[in-house]
Structures are given as C-alpha cells and as structure tokens.
C-alpha cells in the first residue's frame, strides 16, 4: 500500500485474528453457535465440532500466508512460549497435502521439565500438555497460525498462569449470578471480569543500546550517574511526540489493531523518552493475552526504527519507573457494569453490594494483591514517589465516601448540587464532574465504573493479579449469597450486612496521599502491613488462610501455590545474581581499564608539565581523586564477588532471595555508588559506555 494512500482502520482491524466475523463466513451455524456459547457461557466444545473449526482455522490461516501453527502459552517464565510445527503430511507420491485436524487443534506436546515447575516436574519427567482455550480467538503471525492454549503437567498439575485465570473467571461469574439473583435479576446467565491494562514503557537508540552490557544482560542500568536534566520541568509529560516515536508509536498502533488489540491512547509519559500505550477493555482471559502479545510486538516494531523498547521497570535511576494499571471491572452478558454508580449510587444497593464485597475482599486479602505486583524490578520501583506505596489500600473518592459514611452511620445524604464543572469562561460549555477525583498514589483507586490496581510492574503478565481479584471478589461474594438467600426481609437484612462488613473493613479505605511518610504511619496504626519487598510479600502465598481461598474455589492447588512460591523466590535469586555477575564483569572488563586509561592521562599531563615548570596542582587533585575511586571500585567488586559466593552455602529459596536481597544487593548498591561517582569525573572519551545523558535525550 502506497504510503500516501489513506489506511481506514475499520477495513483491517482484527485482519489476523478468527475472530467472529470470519467464524460466521466459515463455519456451519450449528457449529458458529457452539463456539459463541463456549466464548459466552463456558460450555465445553464436542472433538466434531473442534475438527470441524480446525479445517476452517488452517484454510483461513493459509491464506493468510501461515505454513505452521502453535500452541501459544503462558508458562512461569514470565513470557510466553510457542512451539511450531507446520501443516504439511506427507502423500504415497512423495509429495505433500497440508492438513489440521481437531485433535491438533485441542492439544499439544510441549517439554514440561524445560519449564519452571516449582518442583512439580524432575527432568527425566517431560511430557506436559497445552489445550486450546476456545474463548481467546486465534490469530496469524509470522507465518504461523497462533492458538491460545493453557499448559498443564502429565500428572495434571497446571504449569502456566492462564488456567487459574480461566478458573477465576468462572467462580466470580457463578457467585455474581447468585448475587444477582437477590435482587431479582432472571437474564444474566454469566458474569465476565473485564480488564483494561495501560503499558508504560521506555525507547531508546539501538546504537546506544548495544554498547550497554547491562541494559541488553539485564533490561536495566546498573550504573549511571543522573543526566544534568531529568524530569524536573515535567515538560515530557504529555508533551509533543517527536517524529521519531510518533513514527513508532503509528506502526505499533497498526501491528496491534490488526491483531484485533484495541489500542486506544498514546502519550509521552512523566520521565524523559518514556511513554504509555492503552487498550481499550476486553474480557480478563483475552486481555491477558493481548498485553503479552502487545509487549512482543513493542519490542518487535521498535527494532525496526532503530530503537528498543524497555520494559523494565526502572530502567534508569534517579527518574520514573514504568509501571501497569489493572483497569479491572465486572460486566453481565445483557450489558451491566456491575461497579456503574449509575445516576443514583446512594439508591444503587446492587451496585453498594458489589462494591462492599470488593472492599472486604481486597482488606482480607490484601496480601495476596501485594505478591502479584511482587519482583526483583518491581523493588525498585514501589514507594519511590512515583508509584503507589507497597501498603494495600482502596481510594474512593468524596461522593462514594459520604455514601459509606451515611450507610454505615444511618444518617440521609443531602443531595449534592456542585455536579457541574463552571470554566468560566463564557464561550466554553461547561461540563459534567466526575463522581471520584483521580488519585494517582493509591494501589487500588474507584475510577469511575472500574477499580484502577496501580502497583503492577510495566513487565508483568496481568494474569496474576487478575486471577486473584476474581478468586477473593467470588470468595465476599458468596459469603454474601450464603447469608442472604434465605432472608425473610432481603432489604433490612442486606443493608445490616453492608454496615457491618463496611465497620469491619473500613481501614483499609484511604482517600489521602499515599506517598506521604505520614500515610506509612497511620497504616502501621490502622494494621494494614507494609511489605516492601518482594521477598516479604512473596513468602505469604503458602499462608494458610490464601490456600484455603483457592483450594476452596479449585483454582489452585496447595502443591501449586506451594511451586509458585519456589518459582518467585528462585526467580528473584537469579535476577539479581544476573545483575551482580555483570556489575562484576563490566567493572573489570570496562570500567576499571577506562579509570586506569584517565589516571595515565592525567600522569602524562602532570610529567609534561613538570618539565616545563608548569603547576599541576590541578591534574594531581583529580588523579588522586581518581585513584581513590578505582581503589574503591576494586574493594567492591572483591566484596561483591564474596556476597555472591556466599549464597552457595544458603539453603532454601525463602533463605536465598533473603540473603540475595539483604547481602548481594546492598553490595551491589555500594559498587554503583562508587562507579557513578567516577562517571561524574571522567571525559566522555574515557568513559567506556554510553551515559544518561546519551541514552534518555537521544531519540530525536
């Protein structure tokens, strides 16, 4: 398509995903009707009508150019992972047909001892099964046909972080209905959790890129002092795109749309060569997808413009890190949102119910919501007056306070007349307000319609933290329906059961600034904890009360929490372990020979100086400075080297991330400290890897 020539999205949106539209040219009705109520209702799929859509599913992809298809997971790597195989089978001519058929389509093969299990697999024990997950449509890319599937262990353990997600699903929707049914609803048969995630992300030159051996070991700096200029003057923030990244910014925009991802919103973000994407909502399972397939292809199309996208989620010190909202909220198949004020909110109990359950829920189990945002980047990141603190906590807003103020306390509201917003100025209309503020420093903020989780790190899968909002949501609301399906009096009953769960768990509702140190007090005082670091949140996935809920609920099993936790931990020991060894390497390997070639530059200007007589009181000061620096690096380097070998003699993952966190990272950050201070000092020609300044202001 010529470049002048007009692109209307409509014509290509979804053009490589079997989404509806092309299931409703392909398939028989009978068969297109099965499907939409297994997408609809979770109703399982019958193997004829599976190879019935398997046929259709390659002719499409055929023609779309595929040769091979994958199953398409989501394993405890914290990416996805494919296996391809193509289409062709071989004829008694020697040639080839290429065929599909409804078993290949249902399940795969893949190596389960590859992948972290937690203990839940050895490595003589390989085989491991993917099935197709029929409710997220299947798409081309790259020549291959891609297939949506969850993974599981031979022995049925589950593998991947989709299957509790899809589980969730359903036990929020069964408890919901059961909800819904008090208040006398007959036609909502399915109630869907829905997910809108803004990604947060950082572009910077290739070139700058690949002379840095710890952004491309790592994903992050691991030294560099601050630029002269940072965020200070805020004039990034929403700022003017430059050509360059509105170049990427539209290829992305057109790589997504046609993989039917709804990317909406653009903008520069807080930090200099930052910025965020946002999708429009979709369901929790298929938004999962998506934001792992949208952070694939952010890295993909940066590529080709000469950039890379860095998803880590504090790339450079000393400015904002890159984090993900979770706009998440809960959607009835005849079109309510079940955390809609509506018009009324005060008069709403449907939507007050809803609302409570998800304010006991997030109380109870705030820990649970504090290990899915829980990471080695992470860490870096929570409580740094750029993110919400690492203390669980719910924002409300003026007008849903005074309604659970007045609910719990029994006393009418007045009705509130400042529901316009005046401008002033007489040729421009004046508006509707909101009925929350926006509060950008709590973890769990009403937004309107939807609660906003802001803690995720930018690198982070959704589907964690999603499945645990639907597990303790379905958990409230059950109890809610347990205590209420045999009420004689629903109204005076339901209302009782609204002003005592609201007394029980008002603490954890925080409407103030979360980055104060007073807020860190009063949460102390209020008993909401403050887990700061990933190693303090994680170890309470095993805690009796959390395997319970999901035992209770058959998400997970008590041997699968139990390997998730290993796996965090294990994973947490190694990012830093992996960061460690390359401080140590590009010290002696850049940093020291650089220190080493300044303090003989410096020598050599002092010798020819004082041949001639001249002073150089000036070269000595710095070259004392110098050699006091490198005399340092090299103690810290031996220091860190010892750290590391010292978590041999540590046993247990709990134990390890502990001493990683505690012993190795403190001596990484007394490494940096040194090093940085040498930067300050060193000529540009010297210094032997691109600084701050280069890689933040490069992209023009």
Same mark, same amino acid.
């Given at each position: 398509m010529p470049e002048t020539e007009i692109k209307n999205v409509p014509d290509y949106f979804g053009c490589n995903v079997f989404n509806e539209t092309i299931m409703k040219t392909r398939l028989p009705k009978n068969v297109y009707k099965a499907l939409v109520k297994t997408k609809q209702l979770g109703i399982a799929l019958d193997t004829d009508i599976a190879e019935v859509i398997a046929s259709a599913m390659k002719e499409w992809a055929i023609e779309k150019g595929a040769t091979h298809y994958t199953h398409w997971f989501h394993p405890m790597t914290g990416v996805t992972a494919e296996k391809h195989d193509s289409f062709i089978s071989p004829t008694p001519d020697g040639n080839v047909i290429m065929e599909f058929s409804g078993k290949e389509l249902i399940k795969g093969e893949p190596d389960a001892s590859s992948f972290p299990s937690g203990?839940?697999?050895?490595?003589?024990?390989?085989?491991?099964?993917?099935?197709?997950?029929?409710?997220?449509?299947?798409f081309v890319k790259d020549g291959s046909l891609y297939i949506p599937t969850v993974f599981c262990s031979y022995t049925g353990e589950i593998l991947d972080k989709k299957t509790p997600l899809l589980r969730s699903m359903d036990v929020l929707s069964e408890q919901a209905v059961r909800v819904l049914r008090l208040f006398g609803n007959t036609t909502t048969t399915r109630v869907t959790t829905t997910v809108g995630p803004e990604q947060e992300y950082f572009l910077i030159d290739k070139k700058l890129y690949d002379k840095r051996e710890d952004l491309v070991l790592t994903g992050r700096t691991l030294f560099g002092a601050k630029a002269p200029k940072g965020q200070e003057l805020e004039d990034h923030y929403f700022g003017n795109i430059n050509t360059r990244v509105s170049e990427y910014m539209k290829e992305l925009d057109e790589e997504l749309w046609k993989l039917g991802i709804y990317s909406k919103t653009k903008h520069n973000e807080a930090a200099p060569s930052q910025h965020e994407m946002a999708p429009i909502f979709t369901t929790s399972n298929v938004a999962s997808d998506q934001n792992a397939l949208t952070m694939e292809i952010m890295k993909k199309v940066a590529l080709k413009h000469n950039l890379v996208c860095l998803l880590h989620e504090k790339p450079f010190a000393g400015v904002t890190g890159s984090g993900k909202h979770d706009n998440w909220s809960m959607s009835t198949n005849d079109g309510q949102n079940l955390l809609d004020p509506g018009a009324n909110p005060k008069d709403n109990f449907q939507f007050l119910t809803f609302l409570v359950a998800v304010i006991k829920a997030v109380h109870e189990y705030s820990d649970l919501l504090r290990l899915s945002a829980a990471s080695a980047g992470n860490d870096h990141r929570l409580g740094?007056?750029?993110a919400p603190p690492a203390i669980i906590s719910i924002f409300l807003g003026d007008e849903l306070q005074t309604i659970i103020d007045a609910l719990e306390s029994g006393k009418m509201i007045s009705e509130n007349q400042d529901n316009e917003f005046v401008i002033g100025v007489e040729a421009l209309p004046n508006f509707p307000k909101d009925t929350t503020d926006r509060n950008r420093t709590s973890p769990f903020a009403f937004t309107g319609n939807k609660f906003e989780f802001r803690m995720l790190g930018s690198a982070d899968t959704i589907a964690c933290t999603n499945y645990i909002l639907n597990t303790i949501v379905a958990k409230e609301l059950k109890g809610f329906a347990d205590e209420l399906e045999n009420s004689k009096n @629903?109204?005076?009953?339901?209302n009782k059961l609204l002003v005592k769960t609201i007394? &029980?768990?008002?603490?954890?509702? @925080?409407?103030g600034n979360g980055y104060g140190d007073e807020w860190v007090e009063e949460a &102390?005082?209020?008993g909401l904890p403050n887990r700061v670091a990933a190693v303090d949140a994680i170890p309470h996935y095993t805690d009796e009360k959390n395997v319970a809920i999901f035992e209770e609920f058959k998400v997970l099993t008590r041997t699968e929490i139990t390997s998730r936790t290993e796996i965090l931990l294990e994973n947490y020991s190694k990012i830093i372990n992996i960061e460690a060894l390359t401080m140590v390497d590009m010290c002696r390997k850049q940093i020291i020979p650089a220190a080493f070639a300044f303090s003989k530059q410096l020598a050599d200007a002092m010798v020819s100086k004082h041949t001639v007589g001249v002073n150089y009181d000036a070269e000595k000061k710095i070259a004392d400075k110098v050699s006091a620096l490198t005399n340092g690096i090299l103690a810290e380097v031996e220091n860190l080297d010892e750290k590391l070998l010292g978590s041999k003699d540590v046993t247990g993952t709990e134990a390890t991330a502990r001493y990683y966190r505690d012993s190795v990272f403190s001596a990484m950050q007394s490494l940096r400290a040194v090093v940085d201070e040498l930067e300050t000092i060193t000529p540009s020609s010297i210094w032997p890897f691109p600084t701050y300044t280069d890689l933040l202001f490069s992209v023009r």
């Open positions: 203990g839940l697999r050895a490595t003589f024990e390989a085989r491991g099964y993917t099935a197709w997950d029929p409710t997220s449509p299947a740094a007056l750029e @629903f109204a005076s009953d339901l007394k &029980e768990h008002k603490q954890i509702i @925080f409407n &102390e005082r209020r």
